[in-house]
């Protein structure tokens, strides 16, 4: 969460030399990262990422008590005066009765009299401004001044609208309705803390937003100053359900310093007489549910040492956790009350030492020691061949998202809060979406051909979906053997594949795309890089070419085992070209004993025609 | 035999060039010079039976003399193909040659994948790769994250309508890479130097997120590892990756599974890290990082007494357009696979 930090509210808390831009610079570097750095009405503001751990953080006082840790004694001065209790006493009466205690672990209130709507004085407008909030009058201003200030929510109320001078604090019931400051009526699930009034209205939707039948108006004179710690997760969901996100909220559901409830409900009486003339007119009401447990953390200053690479005397990490308001207690720290939602472990503490001491004076060192076994998975490498391959043969390498429409397959496994239509449900096949990359394209070449290696999702019953990395091909404008050719050579010639080891079929589409989907995970696995070698024969080989006319219903590998049955000579027989039914091969002739000659060559192709004749009857084209 | 015979040798030669009109007269000249039986094997002949005293440079002058006869006739030899036979003409010897049709890998994914991989191999980093809809259990869960932690609302999670695992939860699209440290330390083989390179899902789709994008995560396991090797690490890959002189820095900040956190920030490469428009006083944020939570070496069935961590991670195709500097307006353009985009790089 971000936050405003003008320097002159910081000013209010801490006496330094050292200039803004230095002090920025320090905040980012140990503590917090100061995104921007804007000059408003003079005034230097920063904008401050505040780490979600850190809600001590989120006030001007704690930022000022964070600084105090960054800058040496002599140079820097922590302000901070916890406002005194006052005495109390008054004929207003408030009755709370808290159906369930976990749901606030601490209330606290107070009423005065005699109060006076008015504005604010110019410097509060001035800086509740700068941090981003619209002034409203006095009272209210307060209570957010104060939230800004120390870092506690608070709410006002006008005491004489709540009826009967009774709270009743309890969880909300499905269907009620509530109208809240911002005019508009919400109706409420179960489960949100809310506050009954002794006619039974809702008169606030707690740490939320206040209800518009409580309100302070211009007419108030009674004003009930309400300081509360709730149940984070409560605050949270009711946020998260309505949508509505509010600075109390997030503060509240990153947690309350505890201790530093009563200290805010003083300030903001005070503020209160000081700006509004009122009165106190009632005790102190302060009611404890449940008290956190105090909680001290061993420090392992060897563990410090290890974790920073470099020795930090143990002096100096007593001094870093002093001065961050932790109490050293021999090997323990005990937490101060504003972290106690954050430090937990030794670890917690190393890291408050070493942040300190500064990250930056840490020295870099590669790693040494033992270097590890695992062996690269063989199937990153030969994605690498694949791809490279497909790249030196015309292909667009494509990357599609991991989901598409659910009427892309059989058994897609849907995502249950899609974002849109279109990426609703996982991935079963590459090749619906490489197909709408040719659509898309349409009008980019005649010949378009792309790919893409990736995984898709397959439902398995208990176990998460199968994840199998596939390889799949879109062409356009692609003859079928020319594609068929290309991943023949992908596979058994690059990649060394046993001849047909793989099966893949190549489907036509519309607008004469054709598509191909592998089976990756089985491809890696077959592919090598194994080196056979074949001892060169000292004679020559014959080669020629044979047009062959095939008649219907025969098919090629019945003709190609026809032909190498035939004769242990016949070397090699590769297929060519086909026009109509006029297919041309090529072969080789080689005898490893002797020169073949042409001779030889005609009684073994007089054998091959004869051969296929009578099996297949496939002629020699005239 | 003197100086002359070898000039007029020479000169003979130059006289039979000249007669040379066809590429059979050229052989017969190639035989009657340099053949088995030709004149030159002649001289090499009689060379076996000179003096001594006058051998070294009858040598050199012969071996000249070969050099000079092979080489004006490979000369004319390539005269006679650039010229008619195979029709080169002029005009055609200046037109760009036919290339084959070369596709393109995607520019961005597949090329910074290659370069990280590369980068953190001498390093002893392997590349891997974990499910990719995985369990809500390694995806939070193991990583010190329970399952109401409001810490789980920062990645913005695909969930899979799917029968709920009673052991590990919801089935969801992985969020981040570091759904893969505990699986990497469940494999049982320490130390380890893992880098998780896989695809990643957050429901996000605007000018600068998409829905599906890749993210890199390093992870070391190892017995007293440091803040320090962390450091050397990154630095060694942003001068590897980024370039020469660039540096990085840890700024604090809160994972629930590393303890310390940090933000790593790369120096900027516009202004060397003297601060400018396109970066935060001269650093801009690459991604995170930390130590590895106890917690989270547990969930790995590592011992936190022995061993220790480091992790780091960030998005590939954000980390390497800011290496290009390639000012890619809108993010979205990396899932569309125009070919007019693709084809760019
Ligand atoms: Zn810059």
Redesign the interface.
Known sequence: MNIFIPQSWLKDYIETDVSPVELA?KM??????V?RTNEIKGDIVWEAEI????SDALSIMGIARELKSLLPKKDYKFKYKESKAQKTSGKDKLEVEIRDKNLVPRFSAIVLDEVQIKESPEWMRDRLEKVGTRPLNNVIDITNYLMFDLGQPMHAFDYDKIKSGKMILRDSRAGEKVITLDGMERELPQGMIVIEDGEGRLIDLCGIMGAKNSEIDENTKKVLLFVQVYDP?KI?RAS?TLGHRTEAATRF?KGIDFEGVLPALWKAVEMSQELAGGKISSDLIDIVNIKPRSKEVEIDYEKIN?????EIEKSRADEILESLGFEIKGKKAKVPSWRLNDID?P??L??EV??IYG??N??????A?????????KI?YWE?IA??F??????????????SSCNAGENQ????????EK?AC?RVSLIPQLTE?LD??KG??E????FEL??V?L?RQ?D??D?PSRLGIAVKGVEYLELKGIIEAMLYNEMNIAQGAVDFEISKGENGYLTAELDFEKISQLANNDKIYIPISQFNSIKEDLTLVVPENVEYPQIKKAILAVDPRIKSLDFKDIYKNALTLSIEYLDRQKQISSDDTQKIRQNIFANLEKDLGVRLKK | MDQSKFENLAKEFMEDLKKVSSLDDLESLRVKYLGKKGILAGLFGEFAQISPEIKKDFGRKLNQLKNNIESKLSELHSEFFAGTEIGVSQFEKTLPGKKPQIGHLHPIITQAIREIVEIFKPLGFTQVRHPEVDWDYFAFESLNMPKTHPARDEWETFFVKAPENKEYGKLVVSPHTSSGQVREMLKNQLPIRMLNISRCGRRQIDVNHIPFFFQFEGLAIDKNLSIANLRGVLDYFAQKFFGPGRKTRLRPFHFRFTEPSFEVDVSCGLCQGAGCRFCKEGWVEIGGAGMVHPNVLKAGKVDPKIYNGFAFGWGVERTYMMKAGLKIDDMRYLGENNLKFLSQF
């Open positions: 610079k980012s570097a140990h503590a917090f990262n995104e780490t979600t751990n850190r997760m949270r998260m559901e290890l974790l920073a690479g470099v472990i670890e917690d190393a890291e070493i942040r990250y930056h840490l020295p870099s060192k590669l790693l020691g033992e270097i590890p076994r695992l062996q690269p998975e990153f690498g791809k490279n497909l790249k030196h043969n015309g292909f667009f390498e494509c990357y599609n998202y991991s989901a496994l849907e995502l249950l809060n899609p974002l849109t990426i996982l990359v898309k394209n980019y070449a010949k378009i051909k792309v990736a995984a999702y439902p208990n998460i979906p994840q």
